[in-house]
């Protein structure tokens, strides 16, 4: 099952910066859409932002304008920048491959990456 590996998390002050990166196995990055979503403790996992197989991307209310989802089809990776971060923001972030252009989620869910935000 395809399973990513999430880096990139950190601790980070408030209205800091941080760029997760999510590595994608074998040759299916080009092909598929992808998601991230976070989880924080005693909250659900909630889905913050994706990127369909053409490039657009949809964003959570809570992150537009501070986040940016973006691929690189030639590295095989998939990213998640993260500007004017909030306390709000800390959560353990999870990287997921969507079938094309569905929002039916392929694999499994991996350790994740934690992103802690100090206010």
């Known amino acids: 099952q395809e399973q990513f590996v999430e880096s990139g998390g950190g601790l980070v002050q408030a209205g800091g910066s941080l760029r997760l990166s999510c590595a994608v196995p074998g040759n299916t990055v080009s092909s598929n859409g992808f998601a991230w979503y976070r989880q924080a403790p005693g909250k659900e996992r909630e889905l913050v932002a994706s990127i369909s197989r053409s490039g657009s991307t949809t964003y959570a209310d809570s992150v537009k304008g501070r986040f940016t989802i973006s691929r690189d089809n030639v590295k095989k990776t998939v990213y998640l920048q993260m500007n004017s971060l909030k306390a709000e923001d800390t959560a353990r972030y999870y990287c997921?491959?969507?079938?094309?252009?569905?929002?039916?989620?392929?694999?499994?869910w991996g350790q994740g990456t934690q992103v802690t935000v100090s206010s």
């Open positions: 997921r491959m969507r079938l094309y252009d569905s929002t039916l989620l392929v694999g499994s």
